[in-house]
């Protein structure tokens, strides 16, 4: 049984908001297709895309909520009560931040950074593991720290030093087509494999096995 995600022009020419669902279910391993607006079901509690339908038949709409569902279902699930509040907040935060990136000055990122340095205190967004927290957050951020400054790398290390341990930790994706998996991993991690992809673009799971990381393609995101 796979997952279907809805979301404009199927995703081929940008992942937009659908970037987290994608993420995760390309991390957990599992079978998902990719279809356009038009096919969303009416009648369900989603108001708009990114939509998701899961294997039991319901769909659901709002990224965060989507991102907390999969995270749960698929493993991705903060493992403390605290963690689940710190992820939930994590991924609203990432939400605003997408929205607001582009047009905030240098303070308004450095606050908007800060909140995610904060929630590094155990090594990942939301606890000492990975999480769908992490998976959703990290392109979205790589965009925003690019914007933060020329000198990324010292004032991260100066201003968030566990934000910047976190950003080395993870593997730069690869370009790759609109329907293809690219690695953000734990680099001590990284297994270097990707599912296949079938021609119908449908994506093809790994018989429930998941390796510690992420994958989506990172160009795709605005």
Wanted: proline residues 5%.
């Amino acid at each position: 049984m796979s997952y279907t995600v809805y979301y404009h022009g199927a995703c081929k020419k940008f992942l937009g908001r659908a970037h987290g669902p994608l993420t995760i279910l390309s991390e957990a391993g599992a079978d998902f297709e990719i279809k356009g607006k038009e096919d969303a079901p009416a009648g369900t509690t989603g108001f708009a895309v990114p939509m998701v339908t899961f294997p039991e038949g319901y769909t659901i709409g709002q990224q965060g909520a989507i991102c907390a569902a999969l995270g749960k279902e698929l493993g991705l699930f903060p493992k403390s009560a605290k963690a689940e509040a710190v992820a939930l907040n994590i991924v609203e935060n990432m939400m605003d931040l997408l929205s607001d990136s582009s047009k905030a000055d240098e303070a308004r990122l450095a606050k908007w950074l800060g909140t995610f340095d904060a929630a590094l205190e155990s090594g990942f967004m939301a606890g000492a593991s990975l999480t769908y927290a992490d998976c959703a957050a990290y392109h979205i951020l790589k965009k925003a720290v690019e914007r933060y400054a020329e000198d990324q790398e010292k004032k991260l290390s100066l201003n968030f030093p566990k934000l910047q341990k976190w950003m080395d930790m993870c593997v730069e994706p690869q370009p790759c087509s609109p329907h293809r998996s690219a690695p953000f991993v734990p680099s001590h991690t990284h297994s270097g494999t990707s599912r296949p992809v079938a021609q119908d673009g449908s994506h093809q799971g790994r018989q429930g096995s998941r390796r510690d990381g992420c994958s989506v393609d990172a160009s795709m995101t605005s």
